[in-house]
């Protein structure tokens, strides 16, 4: 009871700390972003070459395109007027089965590169307390977002395609992050005409200025968690072990990117360091009614 009062204390704290800056983040939507097309170009606001953040309160209509031919042909049930938007995933989303099991139609599945950014584990997922998998006693309870590094910084991901019904429950379930729009590369080097969305980092200030304090106090006083977004936390054992085997499976690049440019929430230990010091992570199994889902 204690906790849970300090916790709502805190939120108190953030909130009144966030007073004068409620108002939420629009981007402006050009006048073509919403008319149908049959080409499969963005439809990012006109002339819009840098990333920027997308408005969750819109659904990424910025971000809106229509199907590629192939998609539509391959797709007995696409609409005349359907719509797509494009992902990039970079931790359990390396995975193509976690994909197709997130999402009711995943396309185009494949590896490509985002660049001046870098992964790092500094918050905590709800879901992992949910499931039961978070070590809340040695704050080993992260997951994976990413945030801006700089030129020589550039990760691994996957790229895909799914339907814009998803993006609802896609934006729920992601509800603690920002979301980015951004312009990968393929491997070979090749920028992406589309823009794709991507999990950012935030605070948690920011989900109580999105959702508010009781939503902020609902969500995880419960579990005791004094701060979402935490710099001393450690990744969650299980969620890591299943984005290592993700990566290795989608090959050496992937699986190397993983390693290498993911971080603890200290932004200088890299996740081949942390393995090395805790290589019994990798050999421990998840829950057996979990096996499937964090299986890589």
Known sequence: RAMALAVRRSAVSLRRSSRGTRRRHVVKVSSSSSSSSSSSSSSAPRGMTKDFELNRWNNFEDIWRAPTSQQVNASSEAASDAKVISVVGFGSLLSERSATSTFSTVSRFRLGKVKNYK??????????LERGIAKVETKEMASLSVEQGSESDSIVVTLFDINVEDVPAFIAREEEYRFMAVQPYSMDGVRDENFHVMCLCSSDEDFIKNYGEEKYYERYSKYEIGRVWDDSLLPCPVYLRHCVLAAEK???????????????A????????????????LTELPPAHLSERYGG
């Open 119 to 128: 992964r790092i584990f500094s918050h905590v997922a709800p879901i992992f």
């Open 250 to 264: 989608m090959g050496k690049e992937a699986y190397d990117s993983f390693l290498d440019h993911t971080y603890l």
């Open 266 to 281: 200290d932004r200088q230990t890299s996740i081949r360091q942390y393995l090395s010091d805790k290589p019994e992570i």
